[in-house]
């Protein structure tokens, strides 16, 4: 937690000046010939996407190590994971909507993608509502940490839903094998804004975690106050 505390000053700079970099290099990038200026929203819609895929992957590999170690300092992590997550979802969910008005003709379809992604919104949100339903803080994370789990299933079907079902998403932006399917100045600024997301994700993680660890340390300074209490009357 302290190597966090160090570090988040310095990401914060660094992603701000991505994005600075990267919203310049939006601005000046050419319109697709095909879906003009709407184009620009891959900038936000992909990285955006991104980011809700590596903040659940996050967040799985943290309940993994919780519930082989029982670290408290993995499941802290897990939970600041998700709030981040769902955020980024939303991101994706509200500007690919926005996309599709011009492209489709619709703000939303039951597209493979759109609708494994919104089943991974519902997850972030129930697992939320889970960890609060549960006044036993272990019992809390184990529960958790277990629906992380399951919900897990979720990732390869968002990945692999343009290849295995056929869908009005656009395949991958990067292609398969990374093979870019944009070039030139439509790739630059997406790539650019790519890494910025990057750094935002783990910006907002750090700083939810410090969050996170604050709050446990005040709940376990409370419950030691009212042990204190009941035993001296």
């Not at 310095?10 to 184009?39: E, R």
């Not at 790539?191 to 709940?219: E, H, K, S």
Request: glycine share 8%.
């Amino acid at each position: 937690m302290k190597r966090l505390a160090k570090l988040q000053p310095l990401l914060g700079w660094a992603t701000l000046l991505l994005l600075v970099a990267g919203g310049w290099l939006i601005a000046n990038a050419p319109m697709d010939f095909q879906q003009g200026n709407s184009v620009r929203i891959i900038y936000l819609h992909v990285p955006s996407a991104k980011m809700s895929l590596l903040m659940y992957l996050a967040a799985t590999a943290c309940s993994v190590m919780y519930l082989w170690k029982k670290n408290e300092s993995m499941d802290i992590l897990a939970e600041a994971a998700v709030p981040v997550g769902a955020l980024f979802t939303a991101v994706t969910l509200a500007s690919g909507s926005i996309w599709g008005k011009p492209m489709w003709g619709t703000w939303w379809a039951w597209d493979a993608r759109l609708t494994s992604m919104l089943v991974l919104l519902i997850l972030y949100v129930g697992l939320m509502a889970l960890r609060s339903a549960i006044d036993n803080p272990v019992k809390s994370a184990q529960a958790t940490a277990v629906m992380v789990l399951i919900g897990a299933v979720d990732l390869p079907i968002i990945h692999f839903s343009v290849q295995w079902w056929r869908t009005l998403h656009q395949p991958a932006s990067l292609g398969g094998g990374g093979t870019p399917r944009i070039e030139g100045a439509l790739l630059t600024p997406l790539l650019v804004m790519a890494v910025a997301f990057i750094g935002l994700g783990g910006y907002l993680w750090a700083l939810r975690t410090r969050t996170v660890a604050a709050q446990r340390q005040l709940d376990a300074l409370e419950h030691a106050e009212e042990d204190h209490d009941d035993a001296h009357p």
